[in-house]
């Protein structure tokens, strides 16, 4: 299982800006989708966003327009671009990667998972 590492999180206001970062080990991100889950307390994992490894996106409805996920395959990087944060945003974000042809924005598709980072957002 490749081993995936978010960082960027942090506490911000409502309609501040994060980006999010997730290293992925050579090769990853060039040829797995890779995906963003989030996890409030309390709550199930949810979707995100997802970047598949021939480059078409899929967002779910509550961040579509305000988060972009984007993918760098020289630096094996996958971002997300979070902006006019919300406080229903909060939650811990969590990077994880699934073999092609998996559906993108269900939990069980994707095998690896990083240890996740901390976004909150205050009103």
């Known amino acids: 299982q490749a081993q995936l590492v978010e960082s960027g999180g942090g506490q911000v206001q409502t309609g501040d800006s994060l980006r999010l970062s997730c290293v992925a080990p050579p090769r990853t991100v060039m040829w797995y989708t890779m995906g963003w889950f989030r996890q409030a307390p309390g709550r199930e994992r949810e979707f995100v966003a997802a970047?598949?490894?021939?480059?078409?996106?899929a967002y779910s409805d509550s961040v579509k327009g305000r988060f972009t996920i984007s993918r760098d395959n020289a630096k094996n990087t996958v971002n997300l671009q979070m902006n006019v944060l919300k406080p229903e945003d909060t939650a811990v974000y969590y990077c994880a990667a699934a073999e092609p042809g998996n559906p993108a924005a269900v939990a069980s598709s994707y095998k690896s998972w990083g240890q996740g980072t901390q976004v909150t957002v205050s009103s």
């Open positions: 970047i598949s490894r021939s480059g078409p996106t």
